[in-house]
């Protein structure tokens, strides 16, 4: 479960025995340490949940939800970049008709990709070290064998 939701849990517990929502964040803040919702947060769901509120999850959001940053465009992105390093942003747009940004997104957010001197490499060797270490282990395996 959530942090957050479960500390949404906490303090509609502390309004039903009578709590007040100082006491509540101090007794959070001791729980949660440094992952605790905000005073502010805890304030607003205090008075929420105390004026009837009974869902403790987040309501759907209005706005245009996100289309371009899917699990199919972030695994064609990745096949892309497997593939040859040196695409450019722009090419990898064009190609999967999705605007520029949404691959600079997909690709800085998602993949924890960046670019360095015109390639495209991993900020921490993720994806692309994981491919090589699969394939050195297949290859191990079947020696072995």
Excluded at 77 to 86: A, L, S
Excluded at 119 to 130: A, E, G
Aim: overall charge positive.
């Amino acid at each position: 479960m959530n942090e957050k939701i479960e500390q949404r849990i906490c303090l509609k517990f502390c309004i039903a025995n009578g709590i007040s929502c100082a006491e509540s964040l101090k007794m959070l803040q001791k729980a949660y340490g440094e992952s605790t919702l905000s005073k502010t947060r805890a304030y607003e769901w205090y008075s929420a949940l105390k004026s009837g509120r009974d869902v403790v999850k987040d309501l759907p959001r209005s706005g245009r939800p996100s289309t371009s940053s899917t699990e199919v465009n972030i695994d064609k992105v990745k096949e892309m970049v497997i593939e040859n390093r040196h695409f450019s942003l722009r090419e990898i747009a064009a190609e999967l008709t999705v605007s520029h940004e949404s691959i600079r997104t997909i690709l800085r957010d998602c993949l924890d990709i960046k670019r360095v001197a015109a390639r495209l490499v991993p900020k921490d060797l993720n994806f692309l070290q994981k491919l090589n270490r699969v394939k050195v282990a297949e290859d191990m395996l079947e020696r072995a064998c």
